[in-house]
């Protein structure tokens, strides 16, 4: 008989026991389990709602059943249900009378709701290291590429000369947001909703403060109902994955990109690519590709929670059994994705002469050549237009700006000199825009030791 069945005359059907048992994908969360168990025995006998020595009989015995799980000498039972009524077997199968104490004064409800939420708050401590890790990788690449001028883009046309450092730190910036909304969002994943019962708490004198202590909670739900229906939590957690994996994927794609044939700005690393069945001569960027493809899923799983929860009544609903898978997949997708990432930008090689090349090339200093008219005197939208019949000029001859002679761009105007080749030099223009968070290597290496300050803060 199943541990609820004293009001049913038939047993479930064995299809139904398949469909409703979530142990296929709750049971990875046996520690949590166990250890809210424990957790709340000890607070039982504390408050003398059970014998102190089953109290203390079923710490132990939780204890002995976390080993053997993580020996391997537990196999989980369909029949069940989940990790919850599991571990409660296992238990009473071992002690008896005492361990059908445990349940006392909690429920399912708001046993699942602790379980989830310690969960999720192991995983951001672990990943939020991670992308500390990719961050500090980056900044690593950056330092090494201070003056290793590239083009910037936008609408993927040339634009203006960048470096490869400031592109970095560009992602190292999206980065400690991600870290910082993981942050954030631990703090409200971390209360704990234990005592909530059902729905409308219990009878019993509980010291839920006790057991949040316990188990390193910094607070305790204030809503028994919102207490065992939120799922905040996990669509927040959930958020901020997708954004970690749509940062990774503009990263990947533009990967991708700068290593073809067309770009060549980067080589990856044989490590980190492979080739083709029946093409002896390709050299496919597969790991970024599946990091931009695996984007698709943790979209989806975020989605999926939304979708789940959006027409909930208080207070629990069998529905959010679905909140686990997907919250369990961004999860695990993030954690696969974001090492792989690491390592592989770190191998990569970086083709500087031709990053330097493609740069000089599209007319990516002409910007340049309307700040240097602006500055001997002419409105910025006049010069806007001088300079677009320059390059209108210089397109039609086949080259670029600082290739045209001094003649010619005294026929466009006659404030120009010959100060003007230095003006536009694709060092000058990049040395120039020193302002905070511009490409120039000064403000790059203060956009790096800003970065590095931020990240020990985060530790």
Known sequence: MKLWGGRFEKATDKA???????????????????QGSMAHAEMLGRQGIIPKEDSELIVKTLGEIL???????????????DIHMNVEKLLTERIGEPGKRLHTG?????????????YTRDAIDAIIPMLRRLAETLIGLAEDNLFTIMPGYTHLQKAQPITLAHHFMAYVSMLMRDMERL????ERVNVMPLGSGALAGTTHP????????????????SNSLDGVSDRDFAIETVFCLSLVMTHLSRFSEELILWSSNEFRFVTMDDAYSTGSSIMPQKKNPDVAELIRGKTGRVNGDLTALLTVMKGLPLAYNKDMQEDKEALFDAIDTVSLCVPVFDKM????????????KGASAGFTNATDVADYLVKKGMPFREAHGVVGRMVLAAEKKGVGLEELSLDELRECSPLIQDDIYDAISMETCVRGRSLTGGPAPSAVERSIAEAKEKLEKLK
Do not use: H
């Open 16 to 34: 139904v026991d398949d469909f409703n048992s979530s142990i296929r994908f709750d049971s990875r969360m046996y520690r949590q389990d166990i």
């Open 67 to 81: 080993a053997d799980i993580e020996a391997g000498r537990v196999e989980f039972e369909i029949d069940a249900e």
């Open 106 to 118: 909690r429920s399912r409800n708001d046993q699942v709701a602790l379980d989830t939420r310690m």
């Open 183 to 186: 942050a954030q969002a631990r």
């Open 206 to 221: 509980l010291d839920r403060g006790f057991v949040a202590e316990r188990l390193g909670f910094s607070a305790v739900t």
């Open 345 to 356: 930008i770190a191998a990569m090689k970086i083709n500087k002469e031709i990053m330097y």
